[in-house]
T-cell receptor, first 114, second 114 residues
Framework: GDSVTQMEGPVTLSEEAFLTINCTYT??????LFWYVQYPGEGLQLLLK?????DKGSNKGFEATYRKETTSFHLEKGSVQVSDSAVYFC?????????????FGQGTELSVKP | DAGVIQSPRHEVTEMGQEVTLRCKPI?????LFWYRQTMMRGLELLIY????????DSGMPEDRFSAKMPNASFSTLKIQPSEPRDSAVYFC????????????FGPGTRLLVL
């Protein structure tokens, strides 16, 4: 079945460092891809998404490009801030398989130190 | 809109007791999802509804769990009897559609079963 694999955390960075969180997926159809973020004590919220190959999603300085050839959707940010400390989830939704449910990766915890 | 509303935010109960979690989705959203989050298993989809009808309950762990959606603005997740291994954060989410559509999460209910 469909699945999402993320790099393991926790990831600890200094403020203004470059961030990459790797995400790869397996899907039989043509999924949409998402990054959700969960701040401490809160629910998940959408960070960005891409619905077809080569699309780039971006928000709040974060970017991710839908790469069909490598089945990847890596999250990047050029300069992280302390306020970016959170857990980041990569997810896919495949309408043609599993009814379009969101399939989540295991999450990657990011800690940014001042 | 106030977003997805969940109650209670925290619940502490003793093994064997009945637990009822409540959710009010965003008005106009046709899909409602119940998730469970634990350190060991990550985020798991338990069940989802479309227009108040359960579509997929394959993630419901066992018969002790049940979910209802009596109308478009209210859903419950019930655990009876509760067990310590049910301790988790339970999230409700809603969306306009599935397959590429953003899901909006509530703040979650943190359940501790002693």
């Amino acid at each position: 079945g469909d699945s999402v694999t993320q790099m393991e955390g926790p990831v600890t960075l200094s403020e203004e460092a470059f961030l990459t969180i790797n995400c790869t997926y397996t899907a039989t159809g043509y999924p949409s891809l998402f990054w959700y973020v969960q701040y401490p004590g809160e629910g998940l919220q959408l960070l960005l998404k891409a619905t077809k190959a080569d699309d780039k999603g971006s928000n709040k300085g974060f970017e991710a490009t839908y790469r069909k050839e490598t089945t990847s959707f890596h999250l990047e940010k050029g300069s992280v801030q302390v306020s970016d400390s959170a857990v980041y989830f990569c997810a896919l939704s495949d309408q043609g398989n599993q009814g379009g449910k969101l399939i989540f990766g295991q999450g990657t915890e990011l800690s940014v130190k001042p | 809109d106030a977003g997805v509303i969940q109650s209670p935010r925290h619940e502490v109960t003793e093994m064997g007791q009945e637990v009822t979690l409540r959710c009010k989705p965003i008005s106009g959203h046709d899909y409602l999802f119940w998730y469970r989050q634990t350190m060991m298993r990550g985020l798991e989809l338990l069940i989802y509804f479309n227009n108040n009808v359960p579509i997929d309950d394959s993630g419901m762990p066992e018969d002790r769990f049940s979910a209802k959606m009596p109308n478009a603005s209210f859903s419950t997740l019930k655990i009876q009897p509760s067990e310590p291994r049910d301790s988790a954060v339970y999230f409700c989410a809603s969306s306009l559609r599935v397959g590429g559509e953003t899901q909006y999460f509530g703040p979650g209910t943190r359940l501790l079963v002693l």
